[in-house]
């Protein structure tokens, strides 16, 4: 195994002195950021996370359930959309856990999983918000 880790670093460092003119690669640099560098099961998770946020709808449905819990009904009428439409989006954002239900009776109300939701959210509002440089 070592080994192969082993290759694979020669075989970075190759692409990178074919990319970059740098004199001299920075191997203590490298080695800090590796070990820094988040699992790849983790980044995988993310970018699905950041996939499903791709979606303005989604994104609205996010709003919306920062400022309420609401069922499908109030959710469709709120969008302007079709109850099977929200259902789909809602699916979708309950596989990647940012909204969670509960159950009512014969009613569903939705919610965002966690905190952590809302702050991804406002910080894609933030970032999205500020000027151009």
Do not use: W
């Not at 191997?27 to 303005?56: C, N, Q, S, Y």
């Not at 439409?85 to 979708?92: D, E």
Request: aromatic share 6%; with cysteine; proline share 2%.
């Amino acid at each position: 195994m070592n080994r192969k880790k082993a290759a694979a670093r020669r075989a970075t460092a190759r692409r990178s002195e074919e990319f970059c003119s740098c004199a001299a690669i920075h191997a203590e640099i490298i080695e800090r950021v590796r070990g820094g560098l988040a699992k790849e099961k983790t980044l995988r998770r993310a970018a699905e996370l950041f996939k499903t946020l791709g979606d303005p709808t989604r994104l609205k449905i996010i709003n919306a359930l920062l400022l309420a819990e609401m069922c499908v009904c109030d959710l469709a009428a709120l969008l302007a959309l079709t109850q099977p439409a929200v259902s789909h989006h809602l699916k979708t954002l309950r596989q990647t856990q940012l909204v969670k239900y509960r159950r009512d009776g014969k009613s569903v109300y939705y919610s965002l999983d966690d905190e952590h939701v809302g702050n991804v959210f406002y910080q894609g509002l933030l970032h999205a918000s500020e000027e151009s440089h």
